[in-house]
């Protein structure tokens, strides 16, 4: 059993639950790869092609980018303890990682100790882990990207929640295609053959889209 505390949206508080998911897996010396989806999320790609891809892939996934919109919750807190706002970056919380790199994060201990200070700030679980892969220098390593697709063309603080009539099977090929720019390949199999992907995950659904989705599973993401 995994040891749980209260969680809340937009506190520390998730990156300590995320944590300890990842110490627990640490203690299986056959893990190798460490993903975290949510409760809103699907598999674009059956598991054998997920599996495929990541247990032979050498670089982690961690979103960490530095663009205006992502500057905002740096302060004086964070210059005081040696994290510049140039050292500073956001990304999405959805993050694939190998064991080296899942180790560094589990192990690490001055940083998080900064981010559970007192700044006042929210919102840190999509700050913590962008901007420690850029501290320890991890970017060589990282392709700087997630692999969970979110649709944040609405706006506001919450991506597009997908429901059982927007589940089609252009959507879901849309959403693993992505910009179309990564060039990512995989043989599903199941009839389906190799495909190009940017995104093995996508998110949010509700529950409602669950009949559909698991219609449109042998077609389009090659489930048996």
């Excluded at 700050?127 to 979110?150: D, E, H, K, Q, S």
């Amino acid at each position: 059993m995994i040891p749980s505390q209260k969680t809340s949206w937009g506190n520390i508080n998730l990156v300590e639950a995320e944590r300890r998911l990842m110490a627990n897996a640490l203690l299986d010396l056959a893990n190798t790869r460490f993903a975290l989806v949510s409760e809103s999320c699907i598999p674009l790609l059956n598991f054998e092609a997920i599996y495929s891809y990541l247990i032979t892939n050498s670089s982690s996934h961690v979103e960490s980018y530095d663009r205006g919109d992502g500057r905002g919750r740096h302060g004086p807190f964070f210059t005081a303890h040696n994290i510049t706002l140039s050292q500073w970056r956001k990304g999405a919380q959805w993050f694939e990682m190998d064991r080296a790199l899942a180790v560094e994060v589990v192990a690490e201990a001055r940083y998080i100790t900064v981010f559970r200070g007192d700044h006042g700030a929210s919102n840190m679980e999509e700050y913590y882990l962008a901007t420690l892969v850029n501290l320890i220098r991890w970017g060589n390593r990282n392709t700087n990207r997630t692999l969970t697709y979110m649709d944040w063309r609405g706006g506001g603080s919450h991506p597009k929640d997908h429901g059982e009539k927007d589940v089609t099977v252009e959507l879901v090929e849309g959403m693993r295609r992505g910009d179309g720019k990564c060039g990512y390949k995989v043989d599903v199999g199941n009839g389906v053959g190799e495909v190009e992907f940017c995104y093995l995950f996508a998110r949010k659904f509700s529950r409602d889209a669950v009949g559909k989705l698991l219609e449109l599973a042998p077609k389009v993401m090659g489930f048996g």
